[in-house]
């Protein structure tokens, strides 16, 4: 074994592929130019940017003046909620999300509620799926905006998208979605998907933390924002600060090396996942979270009967690195929001792990995970004298 445990919490972020890193090193002393700069520095990194956003435009099928650099995701949605809803005052103050999503979306949809808007949260199946008939009927002439997470952080179900935005556009409304788990793990064609606004970050793709990106589209029915962030006016004036160089060539070298390896990596994190979904569900008590099949081929979520979930996290911390719910919140020992939407009590909603496999998992490492979990839970379980609970059948 490593020193270090096995790390298997890729929803949380992930480690910088050294490809990546070695991609972004010259932009940290060599070429250190500010991009708006009218001298040789600074149109070398301004040539460097134009090429980074024309790779990341590439990998959706976007056009690169329809890709705005951001701090992350969180800034992105609050960008494309907050910048929607005041841009289109006039049209209606209705907006439309899904009960699952992550607070970067249900916190900037709360805070305009305080200002009067009204948003609807609609609820998922128990398998975390988006009713579509629901949707279609939650629709109003005042609605303006309808943002549904491609994928969940939590349980990586991967909501049906080109459903979402054939009912978005049939009804002119605007589709946002947030694409931070999706992005280089499933295709993204934005045109063929039909989305309006996608927000994206590095971190969860092997590139740096502090860097992300939202699509804003700008071809047929081009979306109206108004600036969050003012300032020197980068970014087509509607998000000022000056351009993270570095953190912007990692985000497409690491997008670049996602979309190449994605078939590939998919099929081998598949196997690895259902290598552990196969160790953990002859087990009693256990309930995988989110639908099987429609989910992200890294994510595995299950909630676990008679374990108390942080003495299981402290008995596998040593070796095992792996969290309960979002990361965002894990530490906060409240139930998850998304599994409580699917139907699971209090009780189960606390008691879950994700584990997040990703790109430098080996082999070796998921057979010690198989050997060791089960291990630990049946002994937790042991310890608080928990039985299964019996039906008897007439």
Not at 41 to 65: C, F
Not at 73 to 94: P, W
Not at 189 to 207: C, E, F, P, R, W
Not at 371 to 394: C, D, G, M, T, Y
């Amino acid at each position: 074994m490593l020193n270090k445990p096995i790390y298997l919490d890729c929803q949380a972020t992930t480690p910088m592929d050294e490809r990546v890193y070695e991609a972004m090193k010259p932009y940290f002393c060599d070429r250190f130019g500010n991009p708006g700069s009218p001298h040789q520095y600074g149109w070398e990194t301004a040539a460097a940017i134009k090429q980074a956003r024309n790779l990341i435009a590439e990998a959706i099928n976007a056009s690169s003046e329809e890709i705005l650099f951001t701090s992350g995701a969180t800034e992105a949605n609050n960008l494309a909620i907050k910048g929607v809803a005041e841009a289109y005052l006039n049209k209606g103050k209705h907006i439309i999300t899904v009960t699952t999503e992550h607070s970067a979306v249900l916190s900037p949809c709360q805070y305009l509620e305080s200002l009067g808007f009204e948003i609807t949260y609609l609820p998922v199946q128990t398998n975390g799926l988006l009713d579509l008939d629901q949707l279609e009927k939650a629709i109003k002439p005042t609605t303006i905006l309808v943002s549904v997470m491609a994928a969940n952080n939590e349980i990586g179900v991967i909501q049906p998208l080109k459903e979402i935005g054939a009912i978005c556009r049939q009804h002119q409304v605007l589709f946002h979605t947030d694409a931070a788990q999706a992005i280089s793990k499933i295709p993204l064609d934005v045109n063929d998907l039909q989305i309006d606004l996608m927000s994206l970050t590095a971190h969860k793709i092997y590139g740096p933390k502090g860097i992300g990106a939202l699509y804003v589209r700008q071809q047929g029915q081009k979306v109206r924002l108004a600036t969050q962030l003012h300032g020197g006016g980068q970014e087509q004036n509607l998000r000022s600060g000056t351009l993270a160089v570095p953190q912007i060539i990692g985000f497409a070298k690491a997008l670049e090396l996602g979309i190449q390896a994605m078939e590939t990596e998919n099929q081998r994190l598949l196997q690895l996942r259902n290598q552990l979904w196969q160790s953990l569900e002859s087990l009693p008590g256990i309930h995988l979270n989110g639908d099987f099949q429609h989910r992200l081929a890294g994510n595995l979520n299950f909630s676990i009967e008679g374990v108390d979930i942080s003495s299981l996290l402290a008995a596998l911390t040593p070796k095992i690195a792996l969290s309960s719910g979002s990361a965002c919140a894990s530490a906060s020992r409240k139930p998850s929001h998304v599994l409580q939407a699917l139907g699971r009590d209090r009780q189960l909603a606390l008691n879950s792990l994700r584990l997040g496999i990703g790109r430098f998992n080996t082999q070796q490492e998921i057979d010690f995970v198989v050997e060791q979990l089960p291990v630990v839970i049946n002994s937790l379980r042991k310890a608080n004298h928990w039985q299964p609970l019996v039906i008897k059948r007439n």
